[in-house]
């Protein structure tokens, strides 16, 4: 069963992940990228809000100066997260004969994690229709009998492992 500790040599780690749950953490990286999703774009990268006017030449300037800093900050923090989550290790521990994993993370990248978890939340959310608009989880299928409510499921567990590996983040990582 996967644990999360904070060490005293400035690294935090997650310790005896199972295969599947470091195949979840593994998705961060895909699943933050919006590709091909209009909700989830709109979603990671708002555009500028006014209140009860449109002005497309002011939207234009903010997509044009403010969207690419953003898929930069973006895009290095997912870097981060994959170079870190490539340092995966098997840990000395077996759990019904599958072996567990470890990964150390300098604290120095707790941040980098909180965005690229946040995004990987976001888009699922957005793909995946997971929460209703006072942000509830929508009720899913059970058991999920499609391919496409299996999917629909997976993304729900990532975005909940996610979710609390953010909060453990914030609360024994950033603000301990």
């Known amino acids: ?3 999360l500790e904070r060490d005293s040599d400035g690294h935090w780690a997650f310790r005896h992940l199972a295969p599947f749950e470091l195949a979840l953490l593994r998705d961060v990286p895909l699943a933050a990228r919006p590709d091909g999703d209009g909700q989830a774009r709109r979603r990671l990268y708002p555009g500028l809000f006014q209140r009860g006017r449109v002005d497309e ?3 234009r300037d903010w997509s044009e100066l403010v969207h690419p800093s953003l898929q930069s900050l973006f895009e290095s923090s997912l870097q981060r997260v994959q170079d870190d989550l490539d340092r995966a290790c098997p840990s000395d521990t077996r759990e019904h004969g599958e072996p567990l994993y470890d990964i150390r993370v300098p604290v120095a990248h707790a941040e980098a994690w909180l ?3 946040n995004q990987a939340r976001l888009s699922l959310a957005e ?5 209703d ?3 509830e989880p929508r009720p899913l299928p059970e058991p999920p009998q499609t391919a496409a409510q299996q999917m629909q499921w997976r993304a729900a567990l990532q975005a909940e492992l996610y979710g609390y590996v953010m909060e453990w983040i914030l609360e024994h990582v950033i603000e301990p």
């Open 1 to 3: 069963m996967m644990r």
């Open 57 to 59: 030449e002011a939207e």
């Open 115 to 117: 965005s690229g978890l």
């Open 127 to 131: 793909r995946f229709d997971l929460y």
């Open 133 to 135: 608009e006072a942000d």
